[in-house]
């Protein structure tokens, strides 16, 4: 409690020392980190890849995932791929631009515990080789 004190009371200090243009600016930076608004360019950059980095997940996993699996029986092929069609649609609901960079990263080091790149490139090799 003392820190966020401390930290209410450095905020402060700083906006009362400030011009009207730096307070105004200062301001904007504030709302912009509660808010998730990106300050700057390398914040619209990390915005635009978190996007981006969700839709190419949710393609590698259609494509690499059970729609392609090599089952010998047509009605089995037919349903896994219905059932990867069905995830590849709730995937690409599930995207969203306002994902913060904390629940990003944690969704990502699962991803990675789970082994999901790892056999996504197994299954690239073994497919480019065949």
């Known amino acids: 409690m003392d ?4 930290i209410a009371s450095l905020i ?4 009362l ?3 009207a243009k730096a307070w105004i600016v200062f301001l904007g930076i504030i709302l912009g980190i509660i808010w998730g608004v990106p300050t700057s ?3 619209v950059q990390w915005y635009a890849f978190k996007l981006a980095k969700q839709q190419v997940d949710c393609n590698n996993d259609f494509y690499f995932g059970s729609a ?5 029986y047509p009605q089995q092929q037919l349903d896994a791929t219905v ?3 069905e995830n590849h649609s709730e995937c690409l609901k599930s ?3 306002n994902k913060g960079t904390v629940e990003f990263l944690r969704e990502q080091n699962e991803r990675k515990n789970r082994g999901v790149h790892e056999h996504n490139l197994r299954v690239c090799i073994r ?3 065949v």
């Open 3 to 6: 820190t966020l004190k401390s």
């Open 12 to 15: 402060r200090s700083v906006a």
């Open 17 to 19: 020392s400030l011009s």
């Open 41 to 43: 360019i390398y914040g």
């Open 68 to 72: 392609y699996s090599n089952t010998v």
């Open 83 to 85: 059932k990867a069609w």
């Open 95 to 97: 995207v969203t631009p």
């Open 127 to 129: 497919k480019n080789a």
